[in-house]
């Protein structure tokens, strides 16, 4: 069964912590995303990635960071952790061509800021 | 940017019941896709659809992509307690990064 796979369900981090959220997929995609999710706001795209070493800022990217090294690996990093970063954090991942837009996610990862 | 409005935002039902939500996009998609967000995971894609008119089941659930190309619907018949959930629309034109909906929250009253 393929699989996108976020390897913390939930955190509890304190402000100004440094947060690694990792994500990894076995299913060779090209493309990575990490959204976050809020209710009222839906999914707004923090950033993505279509390739190794390679980055893009999506709709929300402010007081974000991301990390490619590998493939089948995309971090999302808080530098700086506030407390309006509290949310629900949703990694994906699609084949750069055909089916760009198929997304498969991941089951998420919930931060709580304190 | 893009934007969806997607409604209603939530919804109230009896089991068995039927249930219609819909999506308009502020300009033209060739994309449309319909995700379910079962509680505490994430989405998983129900239906996709790449051409205007088209209609497209999944089990009870049937989707359509609107002959404007700025709308989508999609319809669940005689609801289940598994149908519960966020159900989010989303789309796109050309390579365009998609857009999704705010959601719609489906809850099924015993």
């Known amino acids: 069964d393929v699989k996108v796979t976020q390897s913390s369900r939930y955190l509890v981090k304190r402000t100004g912590e440094k947060v690694f959220l990792e994500c990894v997929q076995d299913?060779?995609?090209?493309?990575m995303f990490w959204y976050r999710q809020d209710p009222g706001l839906g999914l707004r795209l923090i950033y993505f990635?279509?390739?190794?070493?390679?980055?893009e800022k999506g709709d929300i990217p402010e007081g974000y960071s991301v990390s490619r090294e590998k493939k089948e690996r995309f971090s999302l990093i808080l530098e700086s952790a506030s407390t309006n970063q509290t949310s629900m954090y949703l990694c994906?991942?699609?084949?750069?061509?055909?089916?760009?837009?198929?997304?498969?996610f991941g089951a998420g990862s919930r931060l709580t800021v304190l | 940017g893009q934007q969806l409005n997607q409604s209603p935002q939530s919804m109230f039902i009896q089991e068995g019941e039927d249930v219609s939500m819909n999506c308009t996009s502020s300009?033209?998609?060739?994309?449309w896709l319909w995700y379910k967000q079962d509680p505490g995971e994430g989405p998983v894609l129900l239906i996709a659809?790449?051409?205007?008119?088209e209609l497209t089941s999944n089990g009870r659930l049937t989707a359509q992509f609107g002959t404007t190309r700025k709308d989508s619907f999609l319809n669940i018949s005689a609801s289940i307690p598994s149908d519960v959930g966020i159900y989010f629309c989303?789309?796109?034109?050309?390579?365009?990064?998609?857009?999704f909906g705010t959601g719609t929250r489906l809850t099924i009253i015993p």
């Open positions: 994906a991942s699609s084949f750069l061509t055909p089916g760009a837009n198929v997304l498969t």
């Open positions: 299913m060779d995609h090209e493309n």
């Open positions: 990635s279509y390739d190794v070493k390679m980055k």
């Open positions: 300009s033209i998609f060739n994309t």
């Open positions: 659809l790449y051409k205007a008119g």
């Open positions: 989303a789309g796109n034109f050309g390579n365009e990064k998609l857009t």
